[in-house]
């Protein structure tokens, strides 16, 4: 790891501040999770870490009125732990739960875990000099490439590696920013963004900027998350959904599929959605929203196995919804 | 002088009474009649576990000795380069560093993988070491390689060594029987191509070391598995400095792991010992997770085609096997054994060849070739049984026969029993619903043969009654200290507490065997109880003095020392050991003598049972239990075995299910060398395991003792590919049995 100074930040505000001193390299830490191994594999640089681990202002889970407000710096152990998430937002919940490892989990924020960056091995790996390193092309795409992404690709082929995205996405979520010029919001939507639009990073987040909090505005869905792993225990997503579906009974009123771990950003399965949206839930409605939500699906060399899986993820999704 | 004994064989229900001879200074076998103390009737725990899990047991990791430096390997990062390392001015220079030194004479040679060591940084810090390794300039000139062993049979495909990238060129055939005959009498044939993964030994404790010296002398703590092969290799890595193996301690108290990867001084034991001379200050250079995966060994791979013949009934008539194996740039391996001695056949032909690759050589790995061959003729057995709709346990066992020695036609019994096999099979694939269950089983050998000269034992008894039994042996992680105290407990009739057990350390100058092969419990426990017997005939020498009476009159049980001819002649084993005053008495066993009885084998046999549940829909599979009969002979300490069996068993899921070395068709890297991609089982993914252990008396050493660490590792992973053929009808050919193939063999099927 290349030497760095580190900054304790006291304030959102300083945080940003010292982000903006005029160095290019400087980087907010966190929980340090994702950046560190960076930092340790010679895939990032940075020359000023601005911890802002210990900034008390943006540790908080504030649930009133029905809207969710959660703080950058909050543990994922402990939005996973949070009653009143699990009741008024449970896919946020089951997705935190799942994220990592137990270590992870009670050492990694929610704002570190939107910024991670993605987990593809050529992108991991410094011997590989790829697309998303400013290197030219993207190794996945002729290289081994069975948990690559099978929608919006082009032109690099990593997944999102985030569970928390996932369900943020679903349930319609903001994020808030701090930057030189103030705050802002942006929908989490709108937030992650394609390597077609920007390859470098995987959102819209600019590097003299930071998030400081999510918030779920009120609403009346049900939530869920299912993440696919290979191994339970300590696994990424090969394939995750995240459904939140406001129904009347068993009809959908209104439908939020999105997919984890198939695309370089949380990915909307809206033709899944159409399907649902104002039918009466069934198992052959559940599965033609799978076979919907897979439909535009483009398999690579190693990965076609993904299409079925997530075809099956959504119909499952949806029927656990409805029990 | 001989002496004729009598003694009682065999297992539950196939017992028979032998006699056999062994010298006066040696002692009998236990045998079945024997009137245990401690071995199966006292369930010890491991003598260190509490040591281990406070931290206090001090791995080669935790060695920091004053004014250390702390070295770090540089490799290459191209599968096939010719190298030359030009310039280490600017490493020198970096803060901290005390020296860089080159593996190769001159800095310069061809790297036939991605991970060949390059040079070494040796600093004041650990990061200061790593921050100059990458300073080092290393002139690449990067070659064609070639990963794909099928692409690597190609003549036009770049070679790897000299010579041929197939290796022997002409097949080597083992044949019994007349395979051709076999296959006329069959009344059924399949036919199928198995494949199995590269697997990484992927220890806890990386390897490494921490070599200081003092004088001429140097020591080195080692993660080995063999400290003598260490100190042979140190010495004469570095006899151009006038280094003499008596000027070599090498010290292994605990080690994270081995599995067969772990034997030699590895070139950087060498480079540390160096480094530590030419700067005057201890080294340590333990690898990093990166290069211990890529460079320190592992299972090789295999492609089986595998012909079976057979009757009707299921009786095999003809085997016949072709193998590649693929064990990197170098290394060998077969596949044979399980193919001509797991089940009975007459007839039967294995060819194989080595097919190298530009990877990561191959090292022993807990039952070399074993793992893969059983895979390969589990899987076969299990689609001959579909073929001719037969349940595979009635199969296999319809195949398999047995001897006084040989229990495994009872041990496929027994496992059944325990599983629950007639309740849980059903016919093959035949489970509605998307979840579906399958059970498999699969049967184990290996030959855990005892090194009659590979252990000298010392025990020395103390006047306070204590007693310490030394050996120049390590302990791998198996309970090595255990089993010894049990055995020198239960031979001098006293409690395991009184003994202290030294190993680990070539200073104690007692030769030791190295920790491979199944083969130190048979080495060392023959020796010990002879170094004891030794020991307590001369303390009961001076008891039958004072007793009026012979030595061969006494004898001690439960710390009683007793006049067998006079039962009111008696005295506690700390009052005995009292007579010896400010004295002690020592003896040392060199060896032991084999009773070579006719019959006897140095096999451990067993069988296994798997269940699987799979989700037909996102192919995943779940091995939700594992019972695993086994016998090690007369096994001393039950606890140590039964864990042996459960790691080995985990390493069997991992292999059915989990661990793969991918590697990377762009540039010849392993593309997943870490804990992430790499998926070793955690604790979700270990099945429920029921572990059955039978006792096979043989008298193949006096304490009838064999070897655990490699049977129960063997039939893991056939088990399971057998019950997840059983769950959905179709089988998977190649390991690991992955959510991807899974999903990809039903498509197939339904198609």
Known sequence: MDRFQFINANSAQEAVSLLNDGSTKSKIIAGGQDLLTELKEHIAKAEKLINISDVQELNYINAENGSLKVGATTTIAAIAANGEILAKNRALAEAASVVGSPQIRNQGTLGGNLCQRPRCWYYRSEAYPCLKKGGGICYALSGRNKYHAIFGGAPAYYVHPSDCATALTALGAIIHCLGPDGEKTIPSEKFFTLPSEILLPENVLKPNEMITAVEIPTHNMKSTYIKFREKESYDWAISAVAAALELDGTRCVKASIVLGGVAPKPWRAKKAEDVLQGKTITESLAEEAGEAAVDDATALSDNEYKIPLTKTLVKRAIMKLIA | ?751
């Open chain 2, 1 to 751: 002088m001989a002496k004729q004994h009598t003694t009682v064989v065999g297992y539950e229900g196939n017992t028979q009474s032998i006699e056999y001879a062994i010298p006066e200074n040696e002692t009998g076998l236990w045998g079945a009649n024997f009137d245990y103390s401690i071995v199966g009737k006292k369930n010890i725990p491991r003598l260190d576990a509490v040591e281990k899990v406070t931290g206090k047991a001090k791995y080669s990791y935790d060695i920091n000795r004053p004014n250390m430096l702390h070295a770090v390997v540089l490799t290459c990062p191209y599968a096939h380069a010719h190298f030359e390392v030009t310039d280490t001015s600017e490493a020198e220079k970096m803060p901290g560093v005390k020296s860089i030194e080159v593996f190769d004479e001159g800095g310069k040679g061809t790297a036939r993988f991605a991970g060949w060591l390059i040079a070494m940084a040796a600093a004041e810090t650990i990061q200061q070491a790593r921050d100059a390794a990458r300073k080092i300039k290393v002139n690449y000139k990067v070659l064609p390689f070639v990963i794909d062993p099928d692409e690597a049979m190609d003549d036009a495909s770049p070679r790897v060594n000299r010579g041929g990238n197939v290796n022997p060129p002409e097949a080597r055939a083992r044949d019994r029987g007349d395979v051709d005959q076999g296959f006329q009498e069959a009344e059924v044939i399949v036919e199928g191509v198995y494949t199995t993964q590269v697997q990484t030994h992927s220890c806890l404790e990386t390897h490494g070391c921490v070599a200081e010296w003092n004088g001429d002398e140097v020591t080195v703590w080692h993660s080995t598995q063999g400290i003598w092969s260490v100190a042979g290799g140190i010495a004469s890595g570095l006899k151009d400095l006038g280094l003499q193996q008596n000027n070599v301690r090498v010290i292994t108290q605990y080690m994270g792991g081995g599995f067969g990867s772990k034997f030699g001084p590895e070139p950087f034991g060498v480079l540390c010992a160096l480094v530590a001379k030419k700067v005057g200050r201890p080294v340590k250079m333990m690898l990093d997770r990166y290069t211990d995966t890529v460079y320190a060994g592992n299972k090789p791979g295999s492609k089986m085609y595998v012909k079976l013949g057979a009757k009707k009934d299921g009786k095999l008539t003809a085997i016949h096997v072709k193998a590649y194996n693929y064990p990197g740039h170098s290394g060998g391996s077969s596949v044979a054994i399980p193919f001509m001695e797991h089940y009975d056949c007459e007839n039967i032909r294995i060819e194989e060849q080595n097919v190298m690759t530009n990877a990561g050589a191959s090292r022993a790995f807990r039952a070399p070739g074993r793992p893969q061959g059983s895979f390969g003729i589990e899987m076969a057995l299990e689609e001959l049984a579909m073929k001719l709709e037969m349940d595979s346990y009635e199969l296999k066992a319809k195949n398999v026969s047995g001897t006084t020695y040989k229990a495994v036609p009872y041990e496929l019994k027994l496992g059944a029993e325990k599983f629950g096999w007639k309740e849980k099979s059903k016919k093959h694939g035949s489970e509605n619903g998307k979840i579906k269950h399958g059970v498999g089983c699969a049967v184990t050998f290996w030959h855990s043969t005892g090194q009659d000269k590979g252990a000298s034992v010392r025990c020395t008894l103390y006047p306070d009654g204590s007693v310490e039994v030394a050996n120049g042996c390590q302990d791998l992680g198996t309970g090595q200290r255990t089993m010894m105290a049990i055995v020198a407990a239960e031979e001098l009739g006293i409690d395991v507490g009184f003994i202290k057990v030294s190993i680990g350390d070539t200073q104690l100058g007692l030769n030791g065997p190295a920790s491979g092969g199944s083969t130190t419990t048979p080495t060392t426990s023959p020796v010990v109880r002879n170094a004891c017997y030794q020991a307590k005939l001369k303390l009961y020498e001076k008891i039958a003095t004072k007793w009026k009476t012979e030595a061969s009159d006494i004898d001690c049980k439960n710390g009683t020392v007793f006049s067998k001819s006079h039962s009111d002649k008696k005295m506690s084993w700390k009052d005995a050991a009292a007579m010896l005053r400010n004295s002690a008495i020592t003896a040392t066993a060199d060896g032991f003598t084999k009773p070579d009885v006719p019959g006897s084998n140095t096999g451990a046999y067993g069988a296994q049972f798997a269940e699987v549940e799979v989700d037909t829909e996102t192919g995943k599979v779940r091995c939700t239990r594992i019972v695993a009969v086994q016998d090690c002979g007369k096994t001393i300490a039950k606890k140590q075995a039964e864990s042996q069996i459960c790691g080995a068993v985990i390493q069997g899921v991992a292999c059915a299910l989990y661990e793969d070395r991918i590697m990377d068709n762009m540039a010849g890297r392993q593309i997943n060398p870490n804990m992430e991609e790499y998926k070793i089982p955690g604790i979700k993914e270990t099945p429920d395991i029921e572990t059955v252990i039978v006792d096979v008396y043989d008298p193949v050493v006096n304490t009838g003792g064999k070897g655990l660490g490699e049977p129960p590792a063997i039939p893991t992973g056939g088990a399971i590919g057998c019950a997840v053929a059983n769950a959905i009808g179709v089988p998977i050919r190649d390991l690991p049995i992955t959510p991807d193939k899974v999903l990809a063999a039903l498509q197939r099927k339904e198609g």
